[in-house]
């Protein structure tokens, strides 16, 4: 079947967001002040789920290349930095006030440019104006304009001002690539979609320096690498595609760029953009800065300004879409069985050790299994209530095996182990469960 044919799923919002808070992934911050609108705390679960998500983008670009190392920049920043980077001037968002119930929208997102979503009002907005999307706050003990400091509303500038010192310190030379992962700040007009849109995310970004006559090879090479780091871990096919940006839709600096789309409930839309943005950053920050931001070729004598492809992931809206892929409900036995398929690299847990009751003779050797198998994997502990119950648990969180301690393992030395997606359960002794583990964690 063909991606675009595919259907949206309008329910599977609202069963994302229950489980989310009834399941420890995603709460509402300040929840006990009435919320703070637009922010979200990862609980136990899904500050897992996001690390492992950051963790497997970290290994892709990173650990398993020798042309990307990392850095971590600072969130404030210079009003300098903006203004030769173009968000001062460019970064803005089109907004327009209802008259009649007050209400906010980004003109550009409107169904019906003269309809207000919010009551229905027609031909009741004002102008539109352009509406800087940064956030300014002051630096130090007094106010004024040398004081002015900006949240970063990306990672990437911090990757275009370091270029000069990465170069010189890591040795590298084009192509290689500089990663971060942190996070952003905008302040969106219209936020939404539970952590899709908010005003505090952490982005997953990578500046790829080439010679500037390999650029439009490498975006092609980029397009195809981050497309399948989301098919390999788990997104089906006909719920991802890459959309090339049109002509009028490309940011001011960007020769060419595409989209990485997953089809959310409320259709499809972005979860990394894949850019090329020539040589705009680098000779920016030059000019501003008086900076020299080239290489030059010792063997050759040449000098260039690389120009830049960029990879820019959403970590927090990724992490959305995982969940959201992985979510099925069937029925079993009578009953309906919610269970989250994650790819047991991205699953919060990966082992649930559980005894099969509480009684004193049962604690022992299931503490002796947990420990033998958390320096491992990332592992939940579980005495309370029926087995089976546990079981369902487990499932709707998404761990991929349950391992049980049962009356029988005090004579036999060995564990019930069941797996997540078919429910088959298999005898395992203890001295081999780890290596059994690893077998069928091996990818």
Not at 3 to 24: C, M, W
Not at 122 to 136: D, H, P, S
Not at 329 to 336: A, F, K, L, M, Y
Not at 362 to 375: A, G, H, K, R
Request: glycine share 6%.
């Amino acid at each position: 079947m063909e991606a675009e044919e595919t259907q949206a799923d309008p329910e599977l919002f609202d069963k994302i967001v229950n489980l989310s808070k009834r399941r420890g992934f995603v709460f509402q911050s300040a929840d006990i002040y009435g919320g703070f609108r637009s922010t979200y705390d990862y609980g136990p679960l899904g500050v897992l789920l996001l690390r492992n998500v950051k963790d497997q983008w970290w290994r892709s670009m990173v650990q398993m290349r020798h042309d990307v190392v990392g850095l971590d920049a600072s969130i404030l920043s210079p009003p300098a930095v903006w203004e030769a980077s173009g968000h001062l001037a460019n970064f803005t968002d089109p907004l327009v006030d209802c008259k009649e119930c007050r209400a906010r929208h980004r003109e550009d997102k409107l169904d019906d440019s003269d309809t207000c979503p919010s009551c229905g009002a027609k031909g009741a907005f004002t102008e539109a104006r352009q509406f800087n999307l940064m956030f300014k706050t002051q630096a130090g003990p007094v106010e004024g304009s040398g004081a002015e400091v900006y949240l970063r509303p990306e990672t990437a500038q911090g990757m275009f001002i370091n270029f000069a010192n990465v170069l010189n310190t890591s040795r590298k030379k084009p192509p290689f690539g500089i990663a971060q992962i942190g996070k952003s700040f905008r302040n969106e007009i219209t936020p939404g979609n539970f952590v899709f849109r908010t005003r505090e995310f952490e982005q997953m970004e990578m500046e790829f320096f080439v010679p500037p006559e390999d650029s439009p090879e490498w975006y092609r090479y980029w397009c195809e690498q981050r497309r399948n780091w989301y098919l390999d871990l788990g997104i089906p096919e006909d719920q991802l595609r890459l959309r090339e940006h049109e002509s009028d839709e490309m940011s001011h600096y960007a020769d060419a760029t595409s989209d990485v789309e997953f089809l959310f409930p409320w259709g499809w839309d972005e979860l990394e953009g894949i850019a090329n943005r020539t040589d705009f950053d680098l000779k920016s920050h030059a000019e501003a800065s008086g900076a020299r931001l080239e290489f030059h070729d010792p063997n050759s004598g040449e000098r260039y300004v690389p120009h830049v492809i960029e990879p820019a992931a959403g970590a927090t809206r990724t992490m959305m879409a995982f969940l959201m892929a992985a979510y099925h409900e069937e029925e079993v036995n009578g009953d309906t069985r919610t269970v989250l398929r994650l790819d047991h690299r991205l699953a919060p847990y990966q082992v649930a050790v559980l005894p099969l009751s509480k009684k004193p003779e049962l604690i022992e050797p299931s503490q002796e299994v947990l420990n033998l198998v958390q320096p491992h994997w990332m592992c939940d502990y579980d005495q309370t209530q029926a087995i089976g119950r546990r079981y369902r648990r487990q499932d709707e969180v998404g761990t991929p095996f349950c391992v049980t301690i049962d009356f029988d393992t005090l004579d036999d030395q060995a564990v019930t182990v069941r797996e997540r997606d078919s429910m088959e359960q298999e005898r395992v002794p203890i001295a081999g469960l780890v290596a059994y583990l690893e077998s069928k964690m091996s990818k």
